[in-house]
C-alpha cells in the first residue's frame, strides 16, 4: 500500500522521510496554500448575507505546489496530513484535505510534537480526523483579522497615512504608546542617600525614629548628618537561609524574552532558530529534530524526558541534585496543548551537536538543553546576612549574602548568577567606628521603555495575541515605523503615537487590551465548541461597521508634506505621496492635474574585478550595469577604458588566464569554467 506525506516545511519533510518506509512519499505544502479571496465585495472573503461564508484561493505561488500534490495523491491509497500541532497546522492540513477531496483518497491526521523516530513511528500508529474545533478558531482569528485589517488599514492610510493597523498589533502599539505618556508625565523628586562606611564594609540609613528615612533635600540630609556621632551599635544580627527555585522548562513565550535578554536575539530570529531545530538537524547519518515544538504555552515535560534527565543530574552532579518536575498550574491562560520546549533526547548534548550547529544555533540549543535539565534540579541555598547599626535616632543596615549550596546553579550559572559579597564578624553591642559618612543626591526616574523581551512579557500577562504571534507583531511594529529602537527599547515614532490617538478616538471599543485579551478567550471557546464562529463574527462585523463608517467621515484627512517645489505643469504646490511601490512627487492639484516628478535611479558605480583587459591591455575589466535595452538593470562585464576598448565579457570573469590562447577565463552560469572567446578558441575546463 502506497502512501502519501505531507507536512509544512521542506526540511521536516526530509527528517521524516527517513523514519518512514519506502511505501510512503514526504512532500511539502511550504506553509498555507490557501488563504481567504480578495474577489468578494470590499475585498473580504466573505459571502456576509450567507452567515459569512469565507470563500477560499489558492495562494498564487502555491498553484504549482498544490498541482503537484494533487497528482501525488491520485497515485497513492492513502493521503497522511502531518502538518504542525497547533491551531495554525491544524487549519492548514484541513484546507490540504479540501484541496484533496476530489482525489477520493482516506485521509488521515497526524500529530507529534517532537521530530524523532519514535514520536513519529507513535503518530503514525495512532492517527486521527481533523479537529473542526481548531480549524473554526483559526478561521474565525483570520476572518476577524481580514476584517479589521482590510477595513482599518485602508481607513487610516487614506486619511493620516499610516500603513496597517490589526487586533493585536494595534493593542501592541497601545502599550507603548501608553507608557510613552507615562514617561512624558513624570515629574522627578529629589531625594538624598546616606551612607556610612566602615573597616570592610558600608551601611545604608534605612529608618530615622523607627520609620522609614525619607531625605526629600540636602538640608535635611545635612541636620542628619551633624546629629551622627562617629561611633555605632550594633543592635541586631540576623542570618536567615533562603531557597532559590529553578525556574520552568521555556515557554515560546519565556524562550523569547530568555534569548533577547542573554543571547541578544530578536523574537523573530529566536523562533526561526528554534524552527529549524524542532524540525530537523544533519547529525552525520541522520537528520534528528533536537527540540520539541516550539510554540506552546505550558511547563509540563513528559516522563520520557524527565526520567532520563533526573538520572543524567544524579549520575553527573550527585543525588542532592536532583529535584522534581514543575507543577504546571491551573492558569486558565494556558492551553497545555502541548509540553514545554525541551531536547527530543538527554544524549544529545550541547556538546555533541556544536560541530553541526552555527553560532547561534548553538547558543540558543544550548540555553534549552541546560534549562529544561535544570528544571528538575534542587534549588539553590542562599545565606542572607543583615546586621543593623544604631547611631542615636537613625539606623544603618548592612547586607551580604553568601552560596551555601548551588544547586540548579551549578548548570545554569551561565544565565542566572547571585550577587555574592561578606560581612566581618560582629557582635550585638559591639561599636564600630564608622571612617567616613557621606550623603548623596538622586532623583526618581520614570517608568522606563519596553524591550522586545519586556513588551513580550506584558502581552503574554494581558493575554494579547498566542505564543505564535508575538514575534511577528513586534516585527510588524518595526516595519511600520511605528516604532524606533533606541538602546534596544522601543520609542513609539510620531506616526505611531497619531495611529493610536485616532485608533483611540474612533475605535477605543475594539482597540484595546482588555477586548483584544477577551477576543483570545472566544478563540479558544470556539476551539472547544463553547461558541458558536457564525455569531461572534457578525456580532463584531455589526459593531464595527458603523464605526468605520462614522471614522469615515469625521476623521480629519492629513495633509500631504510638500516639497518646497511648484508644479511645472500648473504652478500648484508639489507635494510627497505614497503608493504601493514607495513614495513618489506629484502635484497637490490631483486629479485635475496628473503630473508626477520623474526621477532618475542612480547608477550603480562601476566596481573593479582586478583583472586586465586581454583585448586592449591597459584598462581594466569592471562590474557595470545595464541602463536600456531588454537587460536593464542587470550586471555585465567589460573594459574600463570604454569608448577607445569596447571589448565585453560574456560571462563572470576569474583571474586566470586560458592555457590554449592566454585569453580570459570565465565561469559560466551552471559553474563551468571555459574561454571566454569560444568562438576563435573553444576550450572548456573537464
Known amino acids: 500500500m502506497r502512501k502519501l506525506v505531507i507536512v509544512e516545511s521542506p526540511s521536516k519533510s526530509k527528517t521524516i522521510k527517513q523514519y518512514l518506509g519506502d511505501q510512503y512519499e514526504v512532500l511539502s505544502s511550504k506553509g498555507h496554500i490557501r488563504d481567504l479571496s480578495i474577489s468578494n465585495v470590499g475585498g473580504l472573503g466573505l459571502d456576509i448575507e450567507h452567515d459569512f461564508t469565507p470563500k477560499y484561493d489558492v495562494i498564487k505561488d502555491k498553484e504549482s505546489i498544490v498541482k503537484e500534490l494533487r497528482k501525488a495523491a491520485k497515485k497513492v491509497d492513502e493521503v497522511y496530513l502531518a502538518t504542525d500541532p497547533d491551531r495554525e497546522g491544524e487549519a492548514i492540513s484541513w484546507h490540504l484535505s479540501e484541496v484533496l477531496l476530489d482525489t477520493n483518497k482516506p485521509m488521515f491526521r497526524v500529530i507529534f510534537n517532537e521530530v524523532t523516530k519514535n514520536a513519529i513511528l507513535e503518530a503514525f500508529e495512532k492517527p486521527r480526523t481533523i479537529d473542526l474545533g481548531l480549524v473554526s478558531s483559526q478561521e474565525t482569528r483570520r476572518i476577524l483579522d481580514r476584517i479589521i485589517g482590510f477595513k482599518l488599514s485602508k481607513l487610516l492610510q487614506n486619511k493620516i497615512k499610516s500603513k496597517s493597523a490589526g487586533r493585536v498589533q494595534s493593542a501592541a502599539l497601545k502599550i507603548l504608546v501608553e507608557r510613552e505618556k507615562e514617561i512624558a508625565a513624570f515629574d522627578k523628586e529629589e531625594y538624598w542617600n546616606i551612607v556610612a562606611e566602615f573597616d570592610g564594609f558600608k551601611a545604608n540609613l534605612t529608618k530615622l525614629k523607627n520609620r522609614k528615612a525619607k531625605i526629600p533635600n540636602e538640608e535635611k ?13 550594633v543592635s541586631r544580627v540576623e542570618s536567615k537561609e533562603r531557597k532559590r527555585d529553578s525556574k520552568p522548562p521555556f515557554t515560546t513565550s519565556s524562550l523569547q524574552q530568555e534569548a533577547s535578554n542573554k543571547l541578544n536575539l530578536s523574537g523573530q530570529r529566536t523562533m526561526m532558530i528554534a524552527q529549524k531545530l524542532y524540525e530537523g538537524i544533519d547529525l552525520d547519518n541522520e537528520t534528528v529534530g533536537l527540540i520539541t515544538y516550539m510554540r506552546t504555552d505550558s ?6 524526558f524527565v526520567q532520563p534527565a533526573l538520572q543524567k543530574i544524579s549520575n553527573e552532579y550527585g543525588k542532592e541534585y536532583v529535584g522534581k518536575p514543575k507543577s504546571a498550574g491551573q492558569n486558565k491562560k494556558t492551553q497545555d496543548a502541548h509540553e514545554a520546549i525541551r531536547p527530543t533526547d538527554i544524549k544529545y548534548t550541547p556538546d555533541f551537536v556544536k560541530p553541526y550547529l552555527n553560532k547561534d544555533e548553538y547558543k540558543l540549543y544550548t540555553m534549552i538543553y541546560k534549562r529544561a535539565i535544570a528544571s528538575l534540579m534542587r534549588p539553590a541555598v542562599i545565606m542572607g546576612i543583615q546586621v543593623d547599626l544604631t547611631n542615636g535616632k537613625a539606623l544603618f543596615m548592612a547586607t551580604a549574602q553568601s552560596l551555601v549550596f548551588d544547586g540548579y546553579l551549578k548548570l545554569y550559572h551561565d544565565y542566572e548568577s547571585i550577587d555574592l559579597s561578606t560581612l566581618p564578624e560582629m557582635q550585638l553591642e559591639q561599636i564600630k567606628h564608622a571612617l567616613n559618612v557621606e550623603k548623596s543626591q538622586h532623583f526618581t526616574q520614570p517608568p522606563s521603555r519596553y524591550t522586545e523581551a519586556k513588551l513580550i512579557k506584558a502581552m503574554e500577562d494581558l493575554g494579547i495575541g498566542r505564543p505564535s504571534t508575538y514575534s511577528q507583531t ?7 515605523k511605528y516604532v524606533n529602537i533606541e538602546e534596544k527599547k522601543f520609542v513609539p515614532t510620531e506616526q505611531g503615537k497619531l495611529t493610536i490617538e485616532k485608533l483611540d478616538a474612533f475605535f477605543s471599543d475594539i482597540i484595546n487590551v482588555s477586548y483584544t485579551a477577551e477576543m483570545e478567550n472566544v478563540l479558544d471557546e470556539i476551539a472547544h465548541d463553547q461558541a458558536n464562529q457564525t455569531k461572534v463574527i457578525s456580532d463584531f462585523y455589526y459593531s464595527f461597521i458603523p464605526m468605520v463608517e462614522k471614522a469615515n467621515q469625521e476623521m480629519e484627512k492629513m495633509a500631504p508634506e510638500t516639497t518646497g517645489e511648484t508644479c511645472p505643469k500648473c ?6 505621496r505614497q503608493s504601493r511601490y514607495g513614495q513618489f512627487e506629484a502635484c497637490s492639484g490631483f486629479p485635475e492635474c496628473k ?7 542612480p547608477k550603480r558605480a562601476a566596481k573593479g574585478t582586478g583583472i586586465a583587459c586581454p583585448k586592449c591591455g591597459k584598462g581594466e575589466i569592471v562590474e557595470r550595469e545595464a541602463t536600456r535595452g531588454k537587460n536593464k538593470g542587470n550586471s555585465f562585464y567589460a573594459c574600463n577604458n570604454f569608448p577607445k576598448c569596447k571589448y565585453i565579457v560574456s560571462n563572470q570573469p576569474i583571474n586566470a588566464q586560458c592555457p590554449k590562447c592566454k585569453g580570459l577565463l570565465v565561469q559560466t552560469e551552471n559553474n563551468g569554467i571555459q ?12
Not at 548628618?225 to 551599635?233: G, M, S
Open 299 to 304: 511547563i509540563r515535560l513528559s516522563q520520557s
Open 571 to 576: 504652478g500648484s504646490p508639489m507635494v510627497i
Open 474 to 480: 513586534v516585527t510588524t511594529l518595526k516595519k511600520r
Open 675 to 686: 574561454c571566454d572567446d569560444q568562438k576563435q578558441c573553444g576550450y572548456k575546463k573537464d
Open 221 to 233: 540630609a545635612d541636620q542628619i548628618l551633624a546629629e551622627l556621632t562617629p561611633d555605632f551599635v
Open 595 to 601: 503630473y508626477i516628478k520623474q526621477t532618475e535611479k
